[in-house]
Structures are given as structure tokens and as C-alpha cells.
């Protein structure tokens, strides 16, 4: 399976993940993709989100406003 991170708040990543590779991890609100490549068998864990928000990227501002747009407003701070 290829997995792409197409987030421009990220370095590009460009990997062909198989069974002996390392996972791929998906951060919150970071763009990305999967292609098959073949037959391809997934496992997908989803962790909650710990007490106190931690930074996503050093871009946090833009990424809180961008859940805010998308009206995900878990872990943001209420709005007026």
C-alpha cells in the first residue's frame, strides 16, 4: 500500500508500506492518502485525544482554525 502525506504543513511523504515495513501514522488533521497497490489487508487504530491538547505541528493557529472551518471543534477552545 503507498501511503502519501500531501499536507503542506508536513514534509511530503512518499512510502510503500508492506507487513515488514513500519507502521504509517496518521496525525490529526494532516492531509493524506492510501493507494492499493494489489491485494492490501488494513488495520486502523484511533486513539482519543489525551486531556491537554498537545501542539499538531509548529502551524497549531492554522490548524485549530482549519478544524474550526471543517467545524471539528474537538480540543479547540470554545468559541464566542
Do not use: K, W
Request: hydrophobic share 35%.
Amino acid at each position: 500500500m503507498r501511503y502519501c502525506v500531501t499536507d503542506l504543513r508536513r514534509v511530503g511523504i512518499d512510502l510503500v508500506l508492506t507487513p515488514e515495513s513500519r507502521p504509517g501514522v496518521v496525525e490529526p488533521t494532516i492531509l493524506h492518502h492510501v493507494v492499493p497497490l494489489g491485494t492490501v489487508r488494513f488495520h486502523v487504530q484511533f486513539y482519543r485525544q489525551i486531556p491537554e491538547a498537545a501542539p499538531l505541528c509548529r502551524y497549531e493557529e492554522l490548524a485549530t482554525r482549519e478544524n474550526r472551518l471543517r467545524g471539528n471543534t474537538a480540543g479547540t477552545e470554545p468559541q464566542d
